[in-house]
């Protein structure tokens, strides 16, 4: 197989012969296999040998009493905090970062608390009722 590319020689026109461009490039298969097989390769290696990164970050910001309190006035929607705590209880999705936001926020979860029992305790009963 001849590396080099040599063009057929057209005449002056401005024309395109296609068949001979067939040729031209069905004489250099092998180099054209080559060189996509090479770069399918490089980008399978890095694909498979990278390691994937992933950056997640969720903020939870309960609503404010008065902000409840004004929908709650407006007759649209009646939603009592209490209930209102078990639906944003409910919408975290794992187990984890529901005991760490019951954690973080005691205050607004004292109605759950029961004397006698821990916070865990306390965040099971609030988690089986939630969900």
Known sequence: MSSSFRAP????????????????????????????ALAGLIAAA?????????????VLR??????????NRSDVY????GE???RVGASLESYDT?????RANQKLFE??????RTLEQSFEEFNRKSI
């Open 9 to 36: 020689l057209n005449p002056s026109s401005d024309e395109i012969d296609l068949i001979a461009l067939c040729h031209t490039l069905w004489r250099q298969k092998k180099l054209i296999v080559l060189v996509i």
């Open 46 to 58: 890095y694909a498979f040998l990278v390691t994937p990164e992933y950056q997640v970050s969720s």
């Open 62 to 71: 309960p609503a404010a009493i008065n902000e409840l309190d004004a929908l």
């Open 78 to 81: 009646n939603l009592p905090p």
């Open 84 to 86: 209102a705590l078990l």
């Open 98 to 102: 529901r005991l760490g936001f019951f």
């Open 111 to 116: 109605a759950f608390v029961r004397p006698g």
